[in-house]
């Protein structure tokens, strides 16, 4: 059940691939609290159909975008205030994207054009969708972006590979764009970093499964989930985080401030 916390707002959902992914379940929880938006992917992302699904089950639009592409982004919010009548409140940046990951290149033997293709997708293209906005006058005062971000931004998880760089790119990038948007148009920024997630993206990485159990034995509460991670988003999209701007805030369980667990050490005994 809703509490209205999004009645009368209009949004912008990047990222619903299929029904595990985070964006997915944050476009059915900003249904539920009344929110309309229209739904953005890459149109490669697209063909696979099953965005068209969350679509009328969320009585959305779906306008396809490749992030990388400032047409395809000035289109989108165009297109996107036409169709919902106005301009746009909540943004969600759920996009990611690393062929040396799919690759399963090492950090020390990148492709260098993949390592480009990397940051222009994972975190340039925040940069570009918030500028592409604000040259738009698109985003209402006090409206709120959303992106999500890993720890590997902050410290190593060496299988993340060249995404810890897209992530710290990508945080940065949320305060300094926090800053001046902030400043111009009281419109917030902010990251939320969440738990490793079994979804495409996720699961692309080296040894995630084992990983997945590690942080899941790491964090007193447990991974968080991403239909808690979509209501953390919805809370962030909402009037009750109002004075809330250039944050990076974690939405992992207690993992981020844990240095051991019981449940690890059992599995480091007595030699
Ligand atoms: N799954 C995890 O363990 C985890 C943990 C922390 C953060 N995240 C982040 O959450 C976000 C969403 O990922 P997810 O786990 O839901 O996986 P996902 O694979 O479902 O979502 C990634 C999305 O990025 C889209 N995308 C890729 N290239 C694009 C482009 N050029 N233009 C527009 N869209 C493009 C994909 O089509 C897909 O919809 C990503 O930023 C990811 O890094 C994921």
Request: proline share 2%; glycine share 8%; charged share 20%.
């Amino acid at each position: 059940m809703g509490h209205n916390l999004l009645k009368g707002k209009r949004g912008i959902i990047f990222g619903a691939l299929d029904s595990n992914s985070i964006a997915w379940q944050v476009a059915l929880k900003a249904h539920e609290e009344g929110a309309i938006f229209t739904l953005s992917n890459a149109p490669v992302a697209m063909r696979m159909g099953a965005i068209n699904d969350l679509a009328k089950t969320t009585g959305s639009e779906v306008i396809g975008a490749d992030a990388t592409s400032i047409e395809d982004l000035e289109n989108l919010f165009k297109q996107s205030m036409d169709v919902l009548g106005g301009k746009i409140d909540f943004v969600l940046h759920s996009i990611g994207m690393s062929l040396n990951v799919r690759k399963n290149n090492p950090y020390t033997d990148l492709n260098y054009d993949f390592y480009h293709k990397t940051m222009d997708i994972s975190a340039m293209s925040l940069h570009r969708t918030l500028q592409t906005a604000m040259k738009l006058d698109a985003i209402n005062e006090w409206g709120s972006v959303v992106a999500l971000t890993y720890i590997a931004a902050q410290r190593v998880f060496p299988d993340y590979n060249e995404m810890a760089d897209a992530k710290s790119l990508l945080e940065s990038i949320s305060r300094s764009f926090g800053y001046h948007y902030g400043k111009a148009k009281k419109v917030r920024i902010n990251t939320i970093s969440q738990s490793p997630t079994k979804t495409t993206a996720g699961s692309g990485v080296k040894g995630f499964n084992s990983f997945f159990n590690y942080a899941d034995a790491m964090s007193p509460l447990g991974n968080a989930p991403s239909d808690t991670c979509a209501n953390y988003c919805i809370s962030m999209f909402s009037d009750l985080t109002r004075m809330v701007t250039m944050q990076n805030l974690y939405h992992d369980g207690g993992f981020s401030f844990t240095g051991i667990s019981g449940d690890v050490m059992e599995n480091f005994g007595d030699k």
